[in-house]
């Protein structure tokens, strides 16, 4: 009974987290960016979406809608911004661009996290679940929420896959993540590319955002805490490599619930540090990773 | 040598005007510059590390908070003299920094970034996990202080910084800093050129951590209490990055006036109630944005790199 209850609970909790970490991983693949700002964007996105479905009273899918659409023009902002200026600034040496892009993403997030707290408090918020009710599944009563979430991460899994592998825009994302030079030397236009890929991001961290608020709910204090999950994933799973992510999603999903299950919620985080830290030892390009 | 002639004419007057600041200014503005001064001696040892030997170590708060808990603990339990919690601090923060650091260095970039912040994490987890001994989130209180008076306080912050900042300014600009800061650059023509780029790569993270584990264990006997959210916290580091940054890496002195920086700045725009982290992380990165060099960049280096 507790098994069958780890397996749906870290099933569904790791899906949410294989979404969260699949933009993340994108963003660094295709144009090499960490984005610090990750966490507080989920966060804008789930807090959007609980604001517009109380305040307007308009129910959870124009909610969602407007949480997404939220995250989208936060992803935006934090390229057009702030990523793209430093990679054409001339002021920074080549090899300090890393550090500023991910100094400067990280004072975003915290921009974007205190506004969060000031407009709306750091009170947890829980996003109204696009459908109520409760399912057996060989007989764990699961909210149906929880389905949904699972279901729905691995449909926008699936879209971005198909997205990547098979549309002539896809492949050159993927192109633009092992050659960049090469592809713009056959005439693309490198710029247009980011911005397409920060958009996926943009949908792909609202989709998460929103699911999270209305799976665990979501405060303003959690938006450090979040970035640091997506990135321990897609250390984890190779940085780059989407399917790598995905396993470690289910790596650290799994890991974490049965700590909490098992043990003790409050050292839910510890065994992943841990596992982590061993894991890069061993093995710094992740277990799925190319150098 | 007009460089370092150029720099000491900025800096000394500076130094003479913040050590006869007690005579003119309250407590209270002493008491935030003393809280600025262990804060500078974070920044700068961090500068060190990222600005020379080009490692960007996410967990500063790592080897300021080993240090300080080091010192807290011997002092809260078995009273040892704090001369000796300051020298036990410092030492367990540099063992610490050379666990962490051994291993790591075999990684780069984002890949060592995200070991050191996984350190900062775990530390946290530990403290919090033995709250009964360590005092958890509350924090653990010692029987000694540093001096209850502020003017002596401030002393004690203003001399520490100096020395400390004297040692590190002294080391990058040392034939020691140019090969730190050529292994940076290009680790593998450094050591074409048969500089041993991990030996020096570990003095120099030993040295960061001598330096934040003693301001670490300083500020905690300062303070009178040992907690997470005011020596380990992730926040502690981030604020750690961005004052040197701020102030401009690679110059040692500018992470100092980044740091001061950040905790008059926090102090400043208090009024504004929680807006006050939104404002200070927008001047950061408006900063950050339009004058990379930070605010000593343009001092220190104006005859440019490029």
Aim: proline share 4%; with cysteine.
């Amino acid at each position: 009974m507790l098994a069958l209850q780890i397996l749906i609970d870290g099933f569904a909790i790791s899906s949410l987290y294989a979404l969260g970490a699949t933009g993340f991983t994108l963003i660094f693949g295709v144009s090499g960016v960490l984005n610090l700002s990750h966490g507080a964007i989920m966060v804008v996105a789930a807090v959007i979406a609980w604001w517009v479905a109380e305040a307007f009273n308009t129910g959870p899918y124009l909610g969602a809608m407007a949480g997404v659409l939220a995250s989208l023009a936060c992803a935006f902002v934090t390229y057009r911004v702030i990523v793209r200026p430093i990679q054409d600034s001339r002021a920074i040496p080549r090899e300090e661009k890393e550090i500023f892009v991910l100094t400067s993403t990280l004072l975003w997030g915290i921009m974007l996290q205190e506004a969060i707290a000031y407009l709306f408090t750091s009170n947890p918020k829980t996003v109204r679940p696009l459908i109520e009710g409760v399912v057996p599944i060989l007989g764990v009563r699961t909210p149906l929420n929880e389905v949904l979430t699972a279901a729905l991460s691995w449909a926008a899994i699936g879209l971005l896959y198909l997205l990547v592998n098979r549309t002539r825009t896809g492949k050159s994302l993927l192109a633009a993540s092992m050659n960049p030079r090469g592809l713009t030397l056959l005439g693309f236009e490198l710029s247009r590319i980011y911005v397409l890929v920060w958009a996926i991001y943009g949908v792909l961290a609202g989709i998460a955002g929103v699911l999270l608020g209305a799976f665990l709910g979501v405060s303003s204090d959690n938006a450090g805490l979040l970035t640091a999950s997506a990135f321990s994933i897609v250390v984890l799973g190779g940085l780059g490599s989407v399917s790598g992510s995905l396993i470690a999603a289910y790596v650290v999903g799994y890991l974490e619930t049965m700590t909490a299950y098992l043990v003790s919620p409050s050292i839910r985080t510890v065994p992943v540090l841990l596992l982590l830290v061993a894991v890069v030892y061993v093995r710094p390009q992740g277990l799925l990773g190319r150098r | 040598m007009m460089q370092r002639y150029r720099t000491a004419l900025i800096v000394l007057p500076v130094l003479v005007i913040l050590a006869l600041l007690p005579l003119g200014v309250g407590g209270y503005i002493l008491g935030l510059l003393t809280l600025g001064y262990y804060y500078a001696v974070f920044s700068m040892s961090w500068d060190l590390l990222f600005g020379f030997a080009g490692e960007v170590n996410f967990g500063p708060s790592f080897l300021i908070g080993v240090g300080a808990y080091a010192a807290a603990l011997l002092n809260h339990y078995w009273e040892w003299p704090i001369p000796l919690c300051l020298a036990v601090g410092a030492v367990a923060a540099v063992l610490a920094g050379v666990a962490l650091a051994v291993p790591a260095l075999r990684l780069t970039g984002p890949y060592f970034g995200l070991v050191t912040l996984v350190a900062v994490l775990l530390l946290q987890n530990v403290l919090v996990l033995f709250a009964g001994v360590t005092g958890g989130e509350i924090g653990l209180d010692l029987p000694d202080v540093l001096s209850i008076d502020a003017n002596t306080n401030y002393y004690y912050a203003l001399v520490f910084m100096v020395i400390s900042g004297g040692i590190l300014f002294g080391l990058s600009r040392s034939p020691v800093g140019l090969i730190l800061q050529a292994s940076g650059q290009d680790a593998i023509e450094a050591s074409a050129l048969g500089f041993n780029v991990a030996k020096h790569k570990l003095t120099a993270f030993c040295i960061s951590a001598f330096f934040s584990g003693l301001s670490g264990a300083m500020l905690v006997f300062y303070l009178g209490t040992a907690s997470v959210g005011t020596v380990v916290d992730i926040a502690v580091g981030v604020n750690v990055i961005i004052a040197a940054v701020l102030g401009g890496r690679r110059t040692i002195i500018g992470a100092a006036v980044g740091a001061v920086f950040l905790i008059g700045a926090g102090e400043i725009l208090r009024p504004l109630g929680q807006l006050s982290t939104f404002v200070v992380a927008a001047v950061a990165l408006v900063v950050i944005l339009f004058f990379p060099g930070g605010f000593m960049g343009r001092l220190l280096h104006a005859e440019g790199r490029e």
